[in-house]
């Protein structure tokens, strides 16, 4: 399978060197368990956070450190490495292994996995400056969106519970579904004196999130 990567050059403004690293960064292990890019994923993780770190600490110096760490995980999680990967179309150049071969379904945590590969990779082939220009002008949007980032449905539901009752919500696993590539994870959250609410998510902290928005749509009026 040819892939030519002069398209993903050009949206990111860079020449690529070393060809056979940025194909094993974009490389998913269900393509090939052994040469694949879960270590470079690693690495693009770290690397996208001292950069989103970084430039937290320029734009608000004078910021608390809770506000920030909200900030920065508004920035750096699977969600918003989906919305990048997706901007420059990262699918047309991944090497995933579905029945189908139909890379417009890919999945979103392939595509979300592969986006933080693809900083490893440029970090590895770049160095550190380069990979912080291209990752800043990629986020520039949701750096902008980061000042008036809302506090995340756990963080309301816990402040709420912790008014209201002086208790922590309490959180459940019920169940783990599905393959191991596509798990659906089933969670509940309950608050003192109401029922168990229930939701569903691609991962447990997904779950977990979309119980706590269920939860408190629900209690507005307790």
Not at 36 to 60: Q, T
Not at 136 to 158: G, M, P
Request: glycine fraction near 4%; proline fraction near 2%.
């Amino acid at each position: 399978m040819k892939i030519e990567y002069h398209g993903l050059e050009k949206k990111l403004k860079i020449n690529f060197k070393n060809k056979d690293l940025l194909i094993k960064s974009l490389t998913h292990k269900s393509f090939d368990k052994e040469n694949n890019n879960e270590k470079i994923e690693f690495l693009g993780d770290r690397v996208l956070g001292l950069v989103m770190a970084k430039r937290l600490l320029e734009i608000y110096p004078d910021e608390k450190e809770g506000v920030l760490d909200k900030k920065f995980a508004s920035l750096v999680n699977k969600k918003t490495c989906l919305e990048i990967a997706k901007k420059i179309q990262l699918y047309k150049y991944i090497l995933t292994y579905n029945v189908k071969n139909n890379k417009d379904k890919m999945e979103d945590k392939v595509l979300a996995d592969s986006c933080e590969a693809l900083i490893g990779f440029i970090y590895l082939d770049k160095g550190f400056q380069a990979t912080e220009k291209i990752i800043l002008n990629l986020w520039s949007e949701n750096l902008k969106k980061s000042i008036i980032t809302q506090i995340d449905a756990k963080t309301k539901l816990q402040e709420f519970s912790l008014k209201k009752f002086k208790k922590l919500p309490t959180y459940k696993l019920i169940s783990n579904t599905g393959p191991r590539h596509k798990p659906l994870f089933k969670v509940g959250v309950k608050l003192q004196n109401t029922k168990l609410y229930t939701s569903e998510g691609k991962s447990k902290k997904d779950a977990e999130q979309n119980a706590a928005m269920m939860c408190l749509n629900e209690i507005k009026n307790i």
